[in-house]
């Protein structure tokens, strides 16, 4: 404990350090330790002939490249919107139920062939067949209109505020790629199962294939020589990595050149990535979420008791694990919704006064929770001397977490067992096949990073519908409504706060979830090397640059001593504006 307080005052004071930069130019910061970071003013923002960056994405890979390999009518954006037009450059509503669409006349599949209206219709067609799971429009999609060769029509049979959502995943293929894999109508979005040139983006899938519950260790891609679009990659050959553990990826990045250039860090990392001669530390608030599901259908039969549920959320002190575990990088939240999704913030103040009153009312005294955890024992005829067992499913780069939970949980009377697997797909096996009782492993909780995408909360919503394959909660009318209502909803609509508000409210009086905090995204990153994390998972490898110190393009010489030196931190997006 005495350790991570003294951390903890080492990295504020480097923080303090880096913000007194930022705000006195004057300042000469070699003085005291910290160099400015000017790697943005030796670049070109054109395609660097020769040059490599290497990442390790551990979670939701498949979703953080898949822009940058593919295309959709829109794209993920840092802007206050969420998105901007991909291969569309237009588009208009008609009562949330029609949506057209006027499409690029210039875009090109990585092959050379033609994208137009025909391409829509043909992709859509087979996602007809299979389509995504994790939201609704495949069952109220009723036909898309071919209105001339650059214009679509989607028809719903029911308004829907979340579409602009599902556009970012309607991501369009050749007719070769369609021909052999189709839409793959997995509860993840489809990405590319084999390596070609069947996708519009400004990266070719070179080596590998990456989706949401399959990929290859690593995956190679190639900038796109005929990419149509205006934001052009600037690096020439990109890898992901996706199965490597936490620790070796950050120590490749910080004391090596050539490994990983770019690597989630944990929180603990940040002092050490800071004054390591290959990396600097970039830091961004964001829309990702713990996800730590309650098994509510074929799990420890104590979870569909409200009290267990209830203690366990109780027993959890997010503050605690905020400050210290967390290294306060991050938001306390009261469901399983970031604050920093758009207007989440307004229904939360909303519910100030029900979370006060909540507050006063709630059992958070030891002693109280030990008691109703011991008397649903007791009524189940369980020894009241011995703790609850639950298992915990967890990949390895979440046991920071884990360890402090746990210890919560033995003071209520609970023993957490902690099943270690090596990576997230490990992980989604199991919970996508708990909906049908086809798990393979008996699991009561289980965690992942819901590290999300769009700035509508249906992003972290979407696990509380009811049979599901991202669910694990039991059939519940009310929920049925709720999340029918929510991607009915525009954001800007009236109706919409109100609903955000009774949505959270109800989630938390069930305790459907595990809450907790709410993490900021924290990055190692080579020095030479330009990236700005944004909020969401996406990585935007469009905008990576690398300058003429970069390994890949120093052709052997080594790096200078003077550039091994601490730089100021990185920090984006802590304005409210941007996404």
């Known amino acids: 404990m005495i350790y991570r307080e003294l951390r903890q ?42 040059s490599h960056v290497k990442l390790f994405i551990p979670n939701l890979p498949y979703l953080a490249i898949s822009h940058a390999i593919n295309a959709a009518l829109l794209r993920p954006s840092t802007n206050a919107r ?39 219709i043909e992709n859509i067609e087979q996602f007809r067949k299979a389509p995504f799971t994790f939201s609704k429009l495949s069952s ?41 894999f189709g839409w793959n109508g997995k509860p993840t979005s489809p990405n590319l199962a ?37 934001d052009k990659p600037k690096v020439e050959t990109i890898t992901i990595y996706t199965d490597l553990a936490l620790s070796d990826a950050r120590d490749r990045t910080l004391y090596s050149e050539g490994e990983i250039d770019i690597t989630p860090v944990a ?58 575990s967390m290294l306060g990088e991050g938001m306390l939240s009261p469901t399983t919704v970031s604050p920093n999704f758009y207007r989440v913030d307004e229904a939360l103040v909303a519910l100030d006064g029900y979370f006060q009153n909540r507050l006063e ?18 009524q189940k005829g369980m020894d009241t001397e011995q703790p609850l067992k639950l298992k915990l499913l967890v990949q390895e780069s979440f046991l920071f977490l884990i360890r402090d939970i746990q210890f919560f949980l033995k003071q209520v009377n609970i023993q957490l067992e902690v099943v270690v697997v090596d990576s997230e797909k490990q992980v989604f096996k199991q919970l996508f096949g708990t909906w049908k009782n086809d798990n393979d492993v008996m699991w009561d909780m289980l965690l992942w990073g819901n590290f999300d995408w769009y700035k509508h909360p249906w992003a972290a919503f979407f696990v509380y519908r009811p049979e599901t394959a991202w669910s694990t909660l039991p059939a519940d009318g009310k929920l049925f409504e709720l999340t029918d209502n929510i991607v009915r909803t525009g954001v800007e609509s009236d109706e919409y ?27 190692a990153v080579n020095k030479e090397v330009v990236f700005n994390p944004g909020r969401s998972a996406f990585v935007y490898l469009r905008d990576l640059q690398v300058t003429d110190l970069h390994w890949s393009l120093r052709k052997g010489k080594d790096y200078p001593e003077q550039r091994r030196r601490p730089v100021t931190i990185n920090r984006q997006n802590f304005d409210k504006e941007s996404l």
């Open 361 to 378: 009312k709630e059992e958070r005294d030891t002693r109280s929770l030990v008691r109703m955890v011991r008397e649903y024992q007791s």
């Open 497 to 523: 706060v109100p609903l955000l508000s009774e949505f959270i409210r109800y989630v938390y009086e069930q305790d459907y979830m595990v809450f907790l905090p709410t993490p900021n995204n924290v990055y």
């Open 267 to 324: 929180f603990e990392d940040q002092v050490q990535t800071i004054l390591a001669p290959y990396s600097k530390l970039a830091v961004s608030p964001s829309m990702n979420n713990y996800s730590m599901h309650f098994n509510m259908l074929n799990g420890n039969n104590g979870l569909l008791d409200d009290r267990i549920r209830y203690v366990i959320n109780r027993a959890i002190d997010q503050e605690y694990l905020l400050n210290l």
């Open 82 to 120: 969420g998105w901007e037009y991909d291969v569309a450059i237009s588009h208009r509503s008609i009562d949330d139920r029609i949506w057209e669409f006027e499409l690029r006349r210039n875009a090109y599949f990585q092959d050379g062939s033609h994208f137009n209206a025909d391409s829509v």
């Open 194 to 230: 084999e390596p070609g040139t069947y996708a519009l983006g400004p990266y070719i899938l070179a080596e590998g294939y990456i989706e949401g519950d399959r990929s290859t260790p690593k995956v190679l891609l190639k900038a796109n020589p005929s990419y149509w679009g205006d």
């Open 140 to 180: 109220i999609l009723e036909r898309v209109e071919k209105i001339d060769e650059y214009r679509v029509r989607f028809h719903l049979s029911e308004p829907y505020g979340v579409f602009p959502h599902d556009a970012i995943w309607l991501q369009f293929y050749t007719s070769d790629y369609l021909d052999k």
């Open 9 to 50: 005052v080492l990295y504020s004071g480097l923080l303090l350090l880096s913000s007194f930069q930022a705000e006195s130019s004057t300042t000469d910061m070699s003085d005291i330790g910290l160099v400015p970071d000017d790697s943005a003013d030796r670049v070109s923002g054109e395609l660097r002939r020769g």
